[in-house]
């Protein structure tokens, strides 16, 4: 089949105002960059020449010039922040109070409904179970990869392949971890783990349909993505531990357990918190894998994918928009106890 340009015409002319815009805005933004500094600099630097031929002082500046001149800066990103978060944010939380068409207030009613309807009960479980196993067990794999690893002799190697699922999508991961759970009747079996299960004598399962083992199984390939980001900060903050201070442990005589809990974990502590803040917001998150996997179905589905099951697949918006809003609500107070622990670390 030919390419017909009459009927790819409005597709093509959609492109090029496509390229033309990113063309003005980004040159535009470069332009401004460019030549509005250098502007004030070429006039900064006449009034000195000019005070200092004229012998008059030298000219101050000033702050309201400076935070103007910062607040030029700052408009397009402030002006992105309120299009892309705050007015969405606010037309979210107007629409929980709605029913499905967004027609009708309904108040409180959709949040009432999150705590006593029993399939989004489950969801919330499987959300917390999520919650408190992600990042603490992947924190625990990455610190055990960071001290193995340390200093070994094929340390950037090692390093390299358990980062390596770093670079894959959650999506390209859960395919992969779909064959590995794959079932096929009896006999020869395609997927890793029924085959590792039949060659022990056992009986091939399908692992993604048994509650609440897929919710487990599932969460396995998070903490299989995420380890490698945990190993990669820890590793960085035991590098960063004082020489001396080991060499001094290691003059007293303390053993290599010892070493671990008095000296490696103090010293890494604000590098545990950021690992295990950062994980817990991603796990919060989650949506690719149960997506991918299993769709949410047989009692796998979490807050982020039964969100977009509500509002896109059954076209209930007000429920979706209501599950939307509790999960920013979640997710603000670790939020706000990153900001805290960062500020104490800066004060400190």
Do not use: C, H
């Not at 009613?109 to 919330?124: A, E, P, Q, T």
């Not at 060659?199 to 993604?208: D, F, M, N, V």
């Not at 994918?305 to 697949?313: C, G, K, L, P, V």
């Amino acid at each position: 089949m030919g390419f017909d340009f009459a009927d790819e015409q409005p597709k093509l002319l959609m492109l090029m105002y496509g390229l033309v815009a990113f063309v003005v805005v980004v040159g535009g933004l470069l332009l401004l960059l460019d030549v509005v500094p250098a502007w004030f600099a070429r006039r900064r630097e006449a009034q000195l020449v000019a005070a200092s031929a004229s012998g008059a002082p030298l000219p101050r500046r000033t702050k309201p010039r400076e935070g103007l001149f910062a607040l030029f800066f700052l408009l397009p990103t402030l002006l992105l922040l309120l299009i892309g978060l705050v007015v969405p944010a606010i037309r979210t939380m107007l629409l929980s109070l709605m029913d499905g068409s967004s027609t009708n207030w309904v108040g409180l009613r959709n949040y009432g409904w999150m705590f006593s309807d029993d399939s989004i009960v489950r969801v919330l479980i499987n959300t917390l179970v999520w919650v408190l196993l992600v990042p603490l067990v992947a924190t625990g794999f990455g610190l055990l990869y960071a001290v193995m690893v340390d200093k070994a002799r094929f340390e950037a190697v090692a390093k390299s392949l358990i980062f390596l699922p770093m670079a894959i999508s959650f999506v390209g991961a859960s395919i992969i971890w779909k064959f590995v759970y794959a079932y096929r009747g009896e006999g020869d079996q395609i997927g890793l783990l029924n085959q590792i299960v039949v060659s022990l004598g056992g009986e091939p399962k399908q692992w993604l349909l048994e509650s609440p083992l897929n919710t487990i199984l599932l969460i396995v390939i998070m903490v299989w993505i995420q380890a490698g980001f945990a190993m990669v900060v820890l590793s960085a903050a035991i590098k960063a531990i004082p020489g001396d201070i080991v060499e001094a442990a290691r003059l007293d005589g303390v053993s290599p357990w010892q070493m671990f809990w008095q000296i490696t974990m103090p010293s890494i502590r604000p590098a545990l918190i950021v690992v295990v803040v950062t994980l817990t917001i991603a796990t919060l998150k989650v949506f690719d894998i149960v997506r991918t996997s299993t769709n949410g179905n047989y009692d796998t589905s979490v807050i982020a994918s039964e969100m977009y099951n509500q509002a896109f697949r059954y076209g209930q918006n007000g429920q979706g928009s209501a599950l939307a809003v509790f999960l920013f609500i979640l997710v603000i107070p670790v939020v706000i106890y990153q900001i805290r622990n960062l500020r104490q670390q800066r004060e400190g």
